[in-house]
């Protein structure tokens, strides 16, 4: 961050206090932030900005509240002049965050958000990688269940493995183990937007299909036929068979893993493999150039488990299906948290999550990395990482360069730590044959 940066008046404006998932951010920074670290609150409604320092009490109702319009670009330039680090919970983010990204990539101000948008985060990085580069912003996406415990699990599992001699990641497999809580509002409308914008243009549609859509360098990554391992023609008719047999199998949203668990789709697994695969390319294939990655939810051994994994692929094409088309999406939009909406106290209180990473490495070991808390995903434990990622971003001595980038690219270790001391496990072993 450049010296004019550091003499700003707000180490961290939140912008976005006054909805569900920026009132749980406001809450942890209250409780959490050090003392003296000059935080401000923002959105568009005075009056709501005032009962929600009043609510939160104690030193946030000192907190200065800014009064900000993101689809004003003098208002977005404004606060980023003034703020080392710029927190939003506005989305859908394509909507509201393209401003507020190329103010703070101008200003050398860091940047972090909620997003879990295919599309807005790779105009992000088409557009203002560079310039953010240039003057040290650090512009992170996703900081909060997208995308931060798959990617920092990944980041942890390649750093143990290097640290080990053990080679670099190829399979690697994210398997939920649990999941216990609810998306937020915020996070369904951004998904709707994205929805609605694949159904109307092929060419972001392609995109969203794109498994290394958020690649910095696309024409470095596997191609289709890369990916699919096509036979040479000089392969025998079985061994051919054999190869799209395999390709079927693993394309098939249930399967049964070796050791005869179920597995099904994961509703984010399409934007955090992305988030992922861009980690590695920005740290320059550290994770290695045989690493493949993607994410399933574990439904474990029981009986009743592959037709819980098919009520689920079901559901999720029932409900992107659903949000495609106009008419149906007013029938499931009843159904589905508004923004700015989430559960009660005590529902919250109930949600946990466990996340498993599962690595093979080019020496042939395995590794397996877990990273779980008893928050719940979408709304406590998104405003825990949301909350301590602003912090790191504030705080901490941070080795990465400016730019457009990811969570395990920009705050990695410092990140791990922050977490681990709000009783996040964050965990790696080596698993023995």
């Not at 939920?176 to 915020?186: A, D, E, I, T, Y």
């Not at 106290?345 to 690595?359: L, Q």
């Amino acid at each position: 961050m450049t010296s004019s940066a550091a003499a700003r008046e707000y180490d961290i404006v939140l912008v976005g206090a006054t909805g569900f998932v920026g009132r749980l951010t406001a809450g942890h920074l209250r409780d959490h932030a050090p003392e003296g670290l000059r935080i401000a609150l923002a959105g568009r409604s005075r009056d709501r900005l005032d009962a929600l320092a009043a609510e939160l009490g104690g030193r946030a109702a000192e907190w200065p509240r800014l009064v900000v319009d993101l689809a004003d670009p003098g208002a977005c330039t404004d606060l980023a002049e003034h703020a080392r680090v710029v927190a939003t919970t506005v989305g859908p983010y394509a909507r509201y965050g393209r401003e507020l990204v190329k103010a703070c990539a101008v200003a050398g101000t860091h940047y972090a958000d909620l997003s879990g948008e295919v599309l807005f985060v790779r105009d992000s990085a088409e557009a203002f990688h560079d310039l953010a580069r240039r003057t040290g912003a650090r512009i992170v996406h996703s900081c909060g269940f997208d995308s931060v415990p798959s990617d920092l699990a990944v980041w942890e599992t390649a750093r143990v493995a290097a640290a080990e001699d053990a080679g670099e990641l190829t399979d690697t497999v994210l398997f939920v183990r649990r999941l216990k809580g609810g998306l937020s509002g915020g996070t369904i409308d951004s998904m709707r937007t994205q929805v609605i914008a694949a159904s109307e243009s092929p060419e972001d549609r392609r995109a969203i299909a794109d498994p290394y859509a958020l690649s910095p360098d696309r024409s470095a990554e596997p191609t289709r036929a890369d990916r699919a391992g096509v036979p040479t023609a000089g392969a025998a008719q079985r061994g051919r068979v054999r190869s799209v047999l395999g390709r079927l199998g693993s394309r098939l949203p249930v399967r049964r893993t070796e050791d005869g668990h179920w597995t099904g789709p994961f509703i984010m697994a399409s934007y955090n493999t992305r988030v992922v695969r861009r980690s590695n390319a920005l740290l320059g294939w550290r994770y290695g150039r045989a690493f493949r990655y993607h994410e399933v939810t574990d439904f474990g051994t029981r009986a009743k488990a592959p037709f819980a994994a098919t009520g689920m692929t079901v559901g999720l094409l029932g409900l992107v299906g659903g949000l495609a088309f106009g008419p149906t999406r007013k029938v499931v939009d009843r159904f589905l948290p508004a923004p700015g909406e989430g559960p009660d106290e005590e529902s919250r209180t109930r949600g946990r999550f466990a996340v498993e990473v599962v690595a093979s490495t080019t020496t042939g070991a395995r590794y397996a990395t877990t990273v779980a808390a008893d928050a719940d995903p979408g709304y406590s434990g998104t405003a825990i990482m949301f909350g301590q990622a602003a912090l790191c971003l504030a705080l901490d001595d941070l080795d990465s360069e400016g730019g457009v980038l990811t969570p395990a690219v920009a705050m990695a270790a410092p990140l791990v730590e922050r977490l681990r001391a709000h009783d996040f496990t964050i965990e790696t072993t080596r698993v023995l044959d």
